[in-house]
């Protein structure tokens, strides 16, 4: 079956740090792959997504993944957090053996930022 | 402006009790999606609807009912048999006009029964 793996749950950052979420997956094949924010009170929101060509991604808020195949790896990266980065990070894909529709989350990422 | 409506944001609901989620999108799109949230464990798929009329189990769809009689309604029954209702339950939405298009989420709902 498919799954997603993030490897941090909790990570605690000063401000102007630098952030890389890890996030592996666990099947072959063609993917589409996602990470979506949820911050405090709000709901869930695209931050970036991939889908074929250059494997390195760029989003929104400065935030940037890079899609390594041969590592079924899909970084979130961002070069100095700022106190508005507090928030839930959920890496998912979705692919041929689950159905392009059907869109598998990892257990999540909980960024806090201190400023 | 488009989106997706939860109602209500807080439900309180007593054990052995049905209770019905509310999950309403004017995107007009044609895929809807139930996940429920927990701490630590992510999204997990209860059910979702490629298309009126028609629905597909999640990976964790014991205890719960849907129905899609209309493109815009995507009810979650959770019923009496699911043995840890109480979660944040999050609907969601997305065009089917090409592969892996992102999607949307309303804003959920708190369930807690006790």
């Known amino acids: 079956a498919q799954s997603v793996s993030q490897h941090n749950h909790h990570v605690i950052l000063s401000e102007a740090a630098s952030l890389e979420l890890g996030c592996n997956y666990s099947?072959?094949?063609?993917?589409?792959l996602f990470w979506y924010v949820q911050y405090p009170g709000q709901h869930l929101q695209l931050l970036l997504k991939y889908f074929s060509g250059d494997p390195l991604v760029k989003g929104i808020k400065g935030f940037e993944a890079e899609f390594i195949k041969s590592k079924f790896s899909f970084n979130l990266r961002k070069p100095s957090v700022q106190w508005s980065d507090t928030a839930e990070y959920f890496c998912?894909?979705?692919?041929?053996?689950?159905?392009?529709?059907?869109?598998?989350f990892g257990a999540g990422t909980r960024l806090a930022v201190h400023p | 402006d488009g989106g997706i409506t939860q109602s209500p944001k807080y439900l309180f609901r007593k054990e052995g009790q049905n209770v019905t989620l509310s999950c309403e999108q004017n995107?007009?799109?044609?895929?809807m999606y139930w996940y429920r949230q927990d701490p630590g464990q992510g999204l997990r798929l209860i059910y979702y609807s490629q298309i009126v009329n028609d629905f597909q189990k999640g990976d964790i769809a014991e205890g719960y009912s849907v129905s899609r009689e209309k493109k815009e309604s995507f009810p979650l029954t959770v019923t009496s048999a699911q043995k840890n209702p109480t979660a944040f339950y999050l609907c969601a939405s997305t065009g089917t006009d090409r592969m892996g298009s992102p999607l949307h989420f309303g804003n959920g709902t708190r369930l807690t029964v006790t």
């Open positions: 998912a894909v979705n692919g041929p053996s689950g159905g392009y529709n059907k869109l598998i």
């Open positions: 995107l007009n799109h044609d895929a």
């Open positions: 099947y072959g094949g063609t993917v589409n």
